[in-house]
């Protein structure tokens, strides 16, 4: 899922050694919506949101989007294999008063998911705290974690193999929740392949999560933006 950039990340995680080689991607991206102040991008899966360390990632959303926008920055970042609904401030004065947005999680965030299984409920909450583990991978832990939750609606069920498609509603940002909060209760998302099993990776080509709706008061005017991307499966 998408998590707010953090500059003050702890040393020791930045420091961690990246090897994971991102392969090319042909996909591009698209604008869904531009003002003099901000821009509403739909990522592709299979795109960073930012170069990684390793030089070989240097292709990424925000590399292809200075090319023809400088000096824009990224609100927000999502997973390298989730697609959808991005932020991207064009000035300083845009991304101070989005970025408190965030911070005061005014800023709603919708995705669509497909999940391994058959969900009982049609609809409910994932809770857990998580915390980082291993890197690159986040864990359950109640102890050392921080509080997550996400609300969710089953849109469909599916049969042969059994999936059941939901809406996730996140209600905090931590890194990996929906992909750790769905594996926690027995529903891993189909494509994942940090926290899914070898059956489950098989049955996607990539990862089945897209950021589908973002909603935030623009920072000139004030009007409620809400933003609505079409889910590619």
């Known amino acids: 899922m998408a998590a707010p950039l953090n500059p003050n990340q702890n040393a020791s995680q930045q420091n961690k050694p990246d090897d994971f080689i991102a392969p090319p991607c042909s996909e591009s991206y698209k604008i869904l919506y531009q003002d003099e102040q901000l821009l509403l991008i739909d990522k592709p899966s299979g795109l960073l949101s930012l170069s990684g360390k390793n030089p070989l990632n240097w292709d990424s959303l925000h590399h292809r989007l200075v090319q023809d926008f400088p000096g824009c920055t990224l609100l927000h970042r999502l997973d390298f ?99 750790i909060h769905s594996l926690h209760h027995g529903h891993p998302i189909i494509g994942c392949d940090l926290y899914g099993t070898p059956a489950t990776q098989a049955l996607a080509p990539r990862l089945m999560l897209h950021a589908s709706y973002l909603a935030f008061d623009h920072p000139e005017t004030g009007e409620r933006m809400e933003v609505e991307c079409g889910c590619p499966f």
């Open 81 to 179: 294999g989730t697609s959808g609904i991005m932020l991207v401030a064009l000035n300083k004065a845009t991304n101070a008063a989005l970025t408190k947005q965030f911070q005061a999680r005014s800023i709603e965030k919708r995705y669509t998911a497909l999940l391994a299984g058959h969900l009982e409920q049609d609809s409910g909450c994932f809770e857990g705290a998580i915390a980082r583990g291993e890197f690159p991978r986040q864990k359950m832990c109640e102890l050392s974690g921080k509080v997550a939750r996400s609300d969710f609606v089953v849109l469909e069920r599916q049969d042969k193999p059994a999936l059941t498609r939901v809406r996730f509603a996140p209600l905090t940002g931590r890194t990996h929740q929906l992909r």
